[in-house]
T-cell receptor, first 111, second 114 residues
Framework: RKEVEQDPGPFNVPEGATVAFNCTYSNSASQSFFWYRQDCRKEPKLLMSVYSSGNEDGRFTAQLNRASQYISLLIRDSKLSDSATYLCVVIISGGNEKLTFGTGTRLTIIP | DGGITQSPKYLFRKEGQNVTLSCEQNLNHDAMYWYRQDPGQGLRLIYYSQIVNDFQKGDIAEGYSVSREKKESFPLTVTSAQKNPTAFYLC?????????????FGPGTRLTVT
């Protein structure tokens, strides 16, 4: 089983719609969680950290469910510019700050 | 401007040659990383370094080597022993201050070996 799993998609969603996707992680010792965004042929960029209480940044909401070992990302009122691959990232405790990446979920917003 | 630079953006090499990819950061970050990304796959960790003159193997270190002689620099050498070197290589650096953690990536180097 992969340490971090995501549905690769692609998800094709009309502009203005709400879209959500999950990411599951296998190691219960995972401590820190992030969503990164990667545009085609570019480097990943941090979208948001995911906190235990859940957090929101504009149209984006991230949530963590430790009991079921998954994190989620919700995008409201989707824009064409939201088209990208979204990477789920986990840090497992141990002090070495080693990030484990999911394979990413490809999202395309359709006009 | 603060950031991470990688050069060159595109690199072509013949099979059997060693090649070194550069990564420089002026963010004063202690930790630096090298990842490899292949089409349809996530990022896989090659090597990482948490402090100058120290580094650890990641998940796919075979066929690669690194050095960390300066805080700002973490070059990666792809040796001829690497069976499938053609890939997108990403360098990153990070810092943690309490609960705040951030990791920045360089723009990447696309290596093609023929």
């Amino acid at each position: 089983r992969k340490e971090v799993e995501q549905d690769p998609g692609p998800f094709n969603v009309p502009e203005g719609a709400t879209v959500a996707f999950n990411c599951t992680y296998s190691n219960s010792a995972s401590q820190s969680f992030f969503w990164y965004r990667q545009d085609c042929r570019k480097e990943p960029k941090l979208l948001m950290s995911v906190y235990s209480s859940g957090n929101e940044d504009g149209r984006f909401t991230a949530q963590l469910n430790r009991a079921s070992q998954y994190i989620s990302l919700l995008i409201r009122d989707s824009k064409l510019s939201d088209s990208a691959t979204y990477l789920c990232v986990v840090i497992i405790s141990g002090g070495n700050e080693k990030l484990t990446f999911g394979t990413g979920t490809r999202l395309t917003i359709i006009p | 401007d603060g950031g991470i630079t990688q050069s060159p953006k595109y690199l072509f090499r013949k099979e059997g040659q060693n090649v070194t990819l550069s990564c420089e950061q002026n963010l004063n970050h202690d930790a630096m990383y090298w990842y490899r990304q292949d089409p349809g796959q996530g990022l896989r960790l090659i090597y990482y370094s948490q402090i100058v003159n120290d580094f650890q193997k990641g998940d796919i270190a075979e066929g690669y080597s690194v050095s960390r002689e300066k805080k700002e620099s973490f070059p990666l050498t792809v040796t001829s022993a690497q069976k499938n070197p053609t890939a997108f290589y990403l360098c990153a650096s990070s810092r943690r201050e309490g609960n705040l953690y951030e990791q920045y990536f360089g723009p990447g180097t696309r290596l093609t070996v023929t």
